[in-house]
């Protein structure tokens, strides 16, 4: 998850102090994992070097808290462009995964053992996400259903793989 | 603890094995979801376990009985006292109408007309389903239908559930609440679930998973 975009992107609704931005970024964006104020206020400076925003009123006071941030027009383009395009399809994975099966078959180690392992663990982050839908709010679920969706695409390839294996094992023994 | 177990059950339709040394059981409470490819032999074992077909090999327990060597007519008893069913589709009775439906179980049971219904509207409410109490089968969706087969497999609250492609038939959003509702339903009531799915998405309601794979059970290491 970017970061500094996502910042934008909030800014993009309002102008808003740090605090705000660290508040509403862990609330929909940080999946239990807080975003740390140091980095919030590091990628807000990059930003303003870069002219992306603007610190408007500052407050009387002392803190970092008192400046509040507002997004330029080069910045809301930035946003605008990172919205519009499609991120790329992710098939790191994916490729980890064959690596290993093509390199398993070819040591003569046992591929469907580990297909099914990580058939297990694949199963239990299900399991685990499935759990987080039940009992959590609507953007919990909407996550978790995005990684399960995910999660449900790979555990085909695998269970394709799996009915493949000796095919395959020709293949790269060939 | 177990509940129900199925030990090295073996099975053939004539020459096709389907079953070949099938080991599963489940806790109560425990909701066991059985994946694997089409023609595993999911849908044998789950017949298997639930007194419907007998195995050539093998034995199956439920509550500290042996039920594979009941005679027929106990087995029947059994399956409608201690049992619920839910299958993918085509199971209400279309001249009955979805509270009837519901009600069926307890009315097979012995429980007078009124009482049953009565047991049966709650389930309505519960499911989403308030105001088609007197439809027809041929006049509710089927997610509407699903969850009035879900209401009927559990209102006599049955040890055990069984659920071939519970969602088989349902679109993925309604497939989940189907899940969702079986799986809050029975953690309430107790009631064991065995759930056959290849589905993962499913599968992933369930507390345990196995696979099914040549008439073999497989335990996945999820835990
Ligand atoms: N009544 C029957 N008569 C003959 N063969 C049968 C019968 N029922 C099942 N079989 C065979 O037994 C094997 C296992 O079938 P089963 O229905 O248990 O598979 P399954 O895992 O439930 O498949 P699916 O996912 O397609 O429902 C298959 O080879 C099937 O053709
Ligand atoms: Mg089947």
Redesign the pocket.
């Known amino acids: 998850m970017s970061v500094p975009l996502t910042l934008l992107g909030l800014l993009e609704r309002k102008p808003g102090h740090g605090y705000d931005l660290k508040r509403d970024y862990d609330t929909f964006f940080s999946r239990g994992k807080p975003l740390p104020f140091g980095q919030v206020y590091a990628t807000l400076g990059r930003l303003a070097r870069d002219g992306k925003v603007v610190i408007g009123d500052v407050e009387p006071g002392v803190g970092p808290d008192r400046k509040r941030y507002v997004i330029t027009d080069a910045g809301a383009t930035e946003v605008d462009t990172w919205l519009t395009e499609p991120v790329e399809a992710e098939p790191h994975l994916q490729a980890v995964l064959f690596t290993k099966v093509v390199l398993a078959l070819m040591l003569d180690r046992p591929a469907e053992d580990y297909l099914d392992t990580q058939r297990g663990v694949h199963l239990r982050r299900m399991k685990e996400l499935t759990e987080l839908k039940r009992t959590g709010t609507l953007v919990d679920a909407m996550l978790a259903d995005h990684g399960l969706f995910h999660l449900e695409a790979d555990l085909h390839w695998i269970d394709v793989t799996v009915a493949r294996l000796d095919a395959l094992r020709q293949v790269v023994r060939a | 603890m177990t509940l129900l177990e199925a030990r090295d059950v073996a099975l053939s ?2 020459q ?1 094995p ?1 079953l070949r040394g099938a080991t599963l059981s489940a806790q109560p409470g425990e909701i066991v979801a059985i994946m ?1 490819p ?8 789950l017949h298997c376990l639930a007194g419907i077909l007998v195995p050539d090999q093998g034995e199956i327990w439920f509550d500290g009985q042996r039920i594979d060597t009941m005679n027929e007519s106990r087995r029947s008893l059994l399956r409608r006292d201690r049992f619920g069913f839910v299958f993918q589709f085509g199971q209400l009775v279309p001249e009955l109408t979805a509270e009837e439906n519901v009600a069926l179980p307890l009315l097979l049971g012995g429980v007078r007309r009124p009482a049953a219904l009565r047991r049966a509207r709650p389930w309505f409410e519960r499911l989403g389903l308030a105001g088609l109490e007197r439809r027809r089968s041929g006049e509710l969706s089927g997610g509407q239908a699903q969850r009035v087969a879900l209401a009927r497999g559990l209102v006599a609250e049955p040890g055990v559930l069984f659920a071939d ?1 519970p969602t088989g038939a349902l679109d993925t959003l309604t497939g989940e609440q189907v899940m969702d509702l079986l799986v809050s339903s029975a953690r309430e009531q107790g009631t064991t679930v065995v759930v ?1 799915t ?1 589905e993962a998405r499913v599968a992933a309601y369930a507390d345990r998973q196995v696979v ?1 794979r040549d008439g073999k059970v497989n335990a996945l290491v999820t835990a």
């Not at chain 2, 089409?38 to 074992?45: D, F, N, Y």
Request: aromatic residues 6%; without cysteine; hydrophobic residues 30%.
């Open positions: 339709f004539g096709t389907a694997g089409s023609g595993s032999g999911k849908s044998t074992l492609e056959v290849h099914v």
